[in-house]
């Protein structure tokens, strides 16, 4: 089964551009990556997600490399608001389930 | 378009007693997943249903069980709880098939004491 990994933590400052890596070297070819996030004990909100192709929508862009062994998730331009735990993960083409890491949190500066 | 929604939001039970979860997906998602969150073992999947019918299941014992109605809500149940059992959990639905998009609900954070 694909895993992730994620740095525990990383610090931005705010206005700056957010780069958050993940390593998922073991990815099969049909499965895909999903970034979430969760603030504070909320429920995880969705981000963005890719196969191949690297992605953007109005929240983030999604970069993958062309092995898929690693992938970034960028945030332009964050804000206070981007605080929160990161969620990088892989989509098992097995039964469908998201096997959820241990995240980055990631704290914006003022 | 509403999104999920989870009740209760919070709940205390004591050890040995047993407790229902609900949860409303957003409108037209036919697959419902619950996950449990804890700090120590962050977020596991319980099970997926889809039309009624469990799809998918994660490694939790027999005292968690759910369904689901043919309107598309869900329910947990968690009979003779444990300490352990005290954690977030959250419901997420999806349009049709686990691989589409889930979206949470805020969860029902439930204490045991």
Known sequence: DAKTTQPPSMDCAEGRAANLPCNHSTISGNEYVYWYRQIHSQGPQYIIHGLKNNETNEMASLIITEDRKSSTLILPHATLRDTAVYYCIVLMSSNYQLIWGAGTKLIIKP | ?113
């Open chain 2, 1 to 113: 378009k509403a999104g999920v929604t989870q009740t209760p939001r919070y709940l205390i039970k004591t050890r040995g007693q047993q407790v229902t979860l609900s949860c409303s997906p957003i409108s037209g998602h036919r697959s419902v997943s619950w996950y449990q969150q804890t700090p120590g073992q962050g977020l596991q999947f319980l099970f997926e249903y889809f039309s009624e019918t469990q799809r998918n299941k994660g490694n939790f014992p027999g005292r968690f069980s759910g369904r689901q109605f043919s309107n598309s809500r869900s329910e947990m149940n968690v009979s003779t709880l444990e300490l352990g059992d005290s954690a977030l959990y959250l419901c997420a639905s999806s349009l049709d098939v686990m691989v589409d998009t889930q979206y949470f609900g805020p969860g029902t954070r439930l204490t045991v004491l």
